[in-house]
């Protein structure tokens, strides 16, 4: 089940629960014989009569750019006695309810929400229309002498009156719980409307789209389905009952008002085309489905058809060409592709007003919803494979044969489709999308080459297939508007689509999210390599640029029907959500673009070394032997292991003594040794001589030490012996962080900057008792740097398990192969130690590939290829270098707790080092806000100091506010790290 239907019930009664109760299992709710014994059907009416309240929550956030999720949260918020639900029993007034409920999505989303607007939306006649599957099932239902109830968790509206937007005339029994006082699954509803009907449990069936008010049902002896999607509903109810209940034109209504045709017009020509024995009057429907040419379903005598036409008024430049969908079609049917039977194409606008094109109506089934909901996953498997190879069948059609030759261009199919929609976007254009105009940079630089040229249907997906109702067997295919010769992995690729969307995506749902193994649902990956098999196509390596070529042209699509929509001219009934939602998908392109990147950049040749070289390299060293327990720190005795699970501090005037102590000697420090002395430090890392450490800095960290200011860094829970370091808890040194930030020099004077200190907690953590003494006491004692190689040009190195750096084991060696950057430190002299992080086993488990090595840098092999800058900076003497590891052989005892632990290493170094970085920015911050407001005293401007200009001041108290606030948090996270681990503050709302 995905994410979203956890959430979704009739109001989402008791929506908490369902995350912790087994789902019905709808095989039982089946029938195997005709017939019926029931004599009731009771319906819930949101989800199952009109669009359940999650989708028109998850709509509305996307249009008002409220958080995801926002609204559903809110909702269960309080359980039983949160304003919800005391709401839906008619406890409290809507004005009291929508003043509740607005502060707490307030709270959950930490802005302002309309929730006027949200319950506008959700009570307006526009949303709450009841489904026609539905009304069509309780005619039928009725018409056999069943009785029909609807039992629904609703409200009063502040009319006073309650909220049922369906005609209680079709229902014999109507019981709402704001009215009655109770809810489901509270059994007592379910007894009150049996006993209005006048009939036993086991003598009806309940509908209902959340799974405990089902079994609360079922539990009284009432039979239940489950209601994930109305149509598949109702053809099990219709099993149940033994009768059918869905006589009409599946997917179709009444023609709207701006897509009417004359059907006088129309019925002289199709009289004329199919002869003078056609008799009786026009039947005209128009289908739902869809959003660019609008199609209509057509009776005549006994004859049924599909009419699709042009849109009316101006069109984009060879958009909704009905001609080519006629012809493709035509010709493919006589290939052998499944397609409707084309039986005329008619360019006389003079008609019904645009050129339009007649196909026999072929009864089936159209899966709009990708889940495919109601079904067994062995059957999903089956659609899915079925879609796969009809589109197999499409790509292998000889053109020759066909016809088809000049269908399209040969060749050359991406740059031109690149071209051709980013010229109908931006004929659509309305307001500029910042990932759109990246896309239309950067689309026609990274072209793969076209393999082949085949038949392209352009808008290849699953609903685009009808198919059989019995089997999975594709009986036709719709939709050629967008279609061509060209690339087919583009089709791939575009029938891929709802893999990356949400469920809750309106105009195209996704199974993103979705447990697709439990469903039987074809990966994308899975659904790539069926399709390479059954046509004998070699994978590629630029699926990325496909997928964001696919949503490119979704968005521009989008744009389109947007723009049509203000004309009155789009063919959906919905059209103007497409204008939001064009910028979601073209940021969901962008990030296909993205990765597709590192691919590419993976495969440009590489920088050739530069001529100097930036690295001096450190001769062997004498190693100290082990001191046991020693203590590295200089502060006798800072904190006390009874001060880890202490109260949050906020002040550093609520330090416990010692620690107060010890930070007042930090500022003295500071104000006296490190602040004098940054001009001369900044001149040296100007100079020619950068690369060489200053010997000022050696000269300060003698005197920290001396003063007992020295590796303050190590948490008290890594170091509970304070044998290593100060033994102050997260929390505490977090205020000394901050003071250390406001000079770029102090951390290292004190022995307490990255990556040492991240490497030293490693070693503290993770090292043996060789490994600490050669390369933590040195650390510890700053006689020597290290470095932290993880991060590499070719992939998204925040995710550590994407690294492809290699180690392999080699007569009792581990060789290290791979290319790094942005190594921080790594340029410095006295860099003496590499902690190094690859791949030693990609067959594993994603996060047991990875192994951490200690590698001494004086090891060959080890080639630092240049330095580079971080907002023009080369942070000279450590820089950030981009290094080429070419064979070095490591030693095994080298290797950190074992193969295969490097993830775990990863994550547990990571943790205490963030809260630094954080807090020492806050530090810099605040040094920044003090030369602000020193500036603003002395500066004259328009006869005044700049102190006394309103919009200075203004700005001031803002940045003031944003850095108390910054600092809040991270004391916070800081302090839960002490009292409930690294990994669980991730976890903690605030």
Same mark, same amino acid.
């Given at each position: ?42 319906? %819930? ?5 009109? &669009? ?50 607005? *502060?707490? !999505? ?86 009150? !409307? ?50 059918? @209940? ?28 199919? +002869? ?29 058809? =599909?009419?699709?036409?042009?849109? &009316? ?36 606008? #003079? ?10 109506? !072929? ?5 709009? %919803? ?52 980013? *010229?109908?976007? /931006? ?16 689309? &026609? ?20 297939? @009808?198919?059989?109702? %019995? *089997? ?23 029938? !891929? ?20 193994? /439990? ?134 005037? $609520?330090?416990?003594? &010692? =620690? ?7 500022? /003295? ?29 050696? $000269? ?105 750096? #290699? ?7 581990? =060789? ?79 290797? =950190? ?29 605040? /040094? ?52 409930? +681990? ?9």
């Amino acid at each position: 089940m995905c994410i979203r239907r956890l959430f979704q019930s009739s109001y989402f009664h008791w929506a908490w629960r369902a995350a912790f109760m087994k789902p019905m299992q709808q095989g039982t709710h089946r029938r195997t014989h005709s017939g019926s014994t029931y004599r009731a059907v009771i319906f %819930d009416m949101g989800g199952v009569l009109i &669009p359940s309240p999650a989708s028109v929550a998850a709509e509305w956030e996307v249009q008002n750019h409220i958080p995801s999720g926002t609204i559903l949260k809110a909702l269960v918020k309080g359980g039983e006695n949160g304003p919800w639900m005391r709401f839906m029993r008619g406890e409290i007034t809507t004005e009291d309810f929508l003043q509740e409920f607005g *502060k707490l !999505c307030s709270e959950i989303s930490e802005i302002s929400v309309p929730v006027d607007s949200f319950f506008s939306r959700l009570t307006s006649k526009q949303v709450a229309k009841q489904f026609p599957v539905m009304t069509e099932a309780i005619s039928q239902i009725r018409k056999k002498g069943l009785q029909t109830a609807v039992l629904s968790n609703n409200f009063r509206l502040s009319d006073g009156k309650s909220f049922l937007p369906v005609d209680r005339k079709q229902f014999d029994v109507v019981v709402e719980s704001c009215l009655e006082g109770v809810c489901k699954p509270d059994p007592r509803i379910y007894h009150l !409307c049996l006993a209005r009907l006048g009939l036993q449990p086991s003598e009806s069936i309940f509908l209902d789209d959340l799974g405990q008010n089902l079994e609360a049902a079922s539990s009284l002896g009432i039979r239940t389905i489950k209601v994930d999607d109305p149509e598949a509903a109702v053809k099990e109810l219709e099993a149940l009952l033994g009768f059918p @209940l869905h006589v009409g034109i599946p997917n179709t209504r009444p023609v709207r008002k701006t897509m009417e045709i004359p059907k006088d017009a129309l019925e002289k020509y199709l009289k004329g085309l199919l +002869g003078t024995q056609t008799t009786g009057p026009l039947e005209l429907l128009q289908f739902d489905h869809g959003q660019s040419n609008p199609t209509y379903y057509i009776r005549l005598s006994s004859h049924e058809l =599909v009419l699709r036409k042009k849109p &009316p008024g101006s069109l984009l430049p060879s958009a909704h060409a009905v001609e080519r969908e006629f012809r493709v079609m035509k010709a493919l049917a006589n290939a052998g592709v499944p397609v409707p039977r084309v039986l005329d194409l008619c360019e006389d606008s #003079s008609v019904i007003g645009t050129p339009f094109y007649l196909m026999e109506y !072929c009864p089936g089934l159209i899966y709009k %919803d990708p889940s495919l909901p109601g079904l067994e996953p062995t059957q999903r498997r089956a659609i899915y494979t079925a879609m796969n190879r009809v589109l197999c069948k499409i790509h292998s059609v000889d053109l020759h044969a066909a016809g088809l030759d000049d269908y399209g261009k040969q060749g050359d199919y991406l740059p031109r489709q690149v071209q051709t929609w980013t *010229k109908q976007y /931006r004929a659509a254009e309305t307001s500029t999308i910042p990932a759109m105009e990246r896309l239309i940079q950067w689309l &026609p630089l990274h072209l793969p080459r076209q393999q082949k040229t085949t038949v392209v249907h352009g808008d290849f997906r699953l609903d685009n297939l @009808l198919f059989h109702p %019995d *089997k999975a067997e594709v009986l036709a295919v719709l939709d050629w508007e967008l279609s061509t010769l060209g690339d087919p992995l583009a089709d791939v690729a575009y029938s !891929c689509l709802t893999h990356y969307l949400p469920p809750s995506f309106p105009m195209l749902r996704g199974v993103r999210g979705c447990d697709l193994t /439990r469903l039987g649902i074809p990966t994308a990956e899975e659904y790539f390599s069926m399709y390479c098999r059954h046509t004998g196509t070699p994978p590629v390596d630029c699926w990325n640029f496909y997928m964001a070529f696919s949503f490119f042209r979704v968005a521009a699509i989008l744009q389109g029907v947007y723009k049509r929509s203000l004309t009155g001219q789009a063919s959906s009934a919905t059209p103007e959500q497409s204008g939001k939602l064009a910028e979601s998908i073209a940021n969901l392109a962008w990030d296909f673009a993205v990765k597709e990147g590192f691919r590419i950049f993976k495969e440009m040749p590489a920088t050739k070394p530069l001529r100097r070289s930036y690295h001096t390299w450190a001769g062997p060293q004498s190693l100290p032997s082990s001191t046991g327990t020693r203590s590295y720190s200089s502060v006798p005795g800072a904190s006390s292991a009874h001060a880890s699970k202490r109260a949050l501090v906020i002040s550093p005037e $609520d330090l416990s003594p &010692p =620690v107060r102590e010890l930070y007042d000697r930090l500022q /003295r420090f500071m104000e006296q040794h490190v602040y004098p002395l940054e001009p001369e430090l900044q001149r040296h890392q100007a100079s020619a001589g950068r690369w060489s450490p200053s010997p000022l800095i050696e $000269d300060l960290k003698e005197k920290a030490k001396a003063e007992g200011l020295w590796n303050l860094f190590l948490p008290l829970e890594t170091d509970p012996e304070k044998n290593y370091g100060a033994g102050l808890t997260n929390m505490e040194y977090t205020h000394l962080c901050e003071v250390m930030g406001m000079s770029l020099y102090a951390p290292e004077i004190f022995n307490c900057s990255a990556p040492d200190t991240g490497n030293m907690e490693l070693l503290v953590r993770y090292g043996t008792e060789e490994q600490k003494a050669r390369w933590l006491t040195p650390l510890l004692e700053g006689k020597a740097r290290s470095c932290f190689a993880m991060t590499e040009p070719q992939v998204a190195s925040s995710d550590a398990t994407n690294i492809e750096a #290699s180690i392999r084991e080699e007569d009792g060696f581990y =060789v290290i192969n791979g290319h790094k950057w942005w190594i921080s430190g790594i340029l410095d002299p006295r860099c003496q130690l590499c902690v190094f992080m690859g791949k030693t086993n990609p067959q594993a488990p994603s996060h047991q590939q990875q192994s951490v090595l200690l590698v001494p840098m004086d090891t060959p092999g080890i080639r630092v290829i240049r330095p580079l800058t971080v907002y023009g900076l080369e942070d000279a003497p450590g820089g950030h270098g981009e290094v080429q590891f070419e064979n070095v052989r490591v030693p095994k005892e080298n290797m =950190v707790l074992g193969p295969g632990r490097g993830f775990e290493i990863a994550q547990g170094r990571l943790g205490p080092g963030r809260i630094h970085h954080c807090m020492r920015l806050i530090g810099f911050s605040e /040094r920044a806000l003090a030369l602000m407001k020193t500036r603003v005293k002395s500066r004259v401007a328009f006869g005044k100091p700049l102190v006394e200009q309103g919009t200075i001041l203004a700005d001031i108290a803002q940045s003031r506010a944003e850095i108390e606030q910054a600092r809040l948090l991270v004391l916070k996270a800081a302090h839960l790290m002490d009292v409930a +681990g690294n990994k669980q503050p991730a976890l903690t709302p605030s």
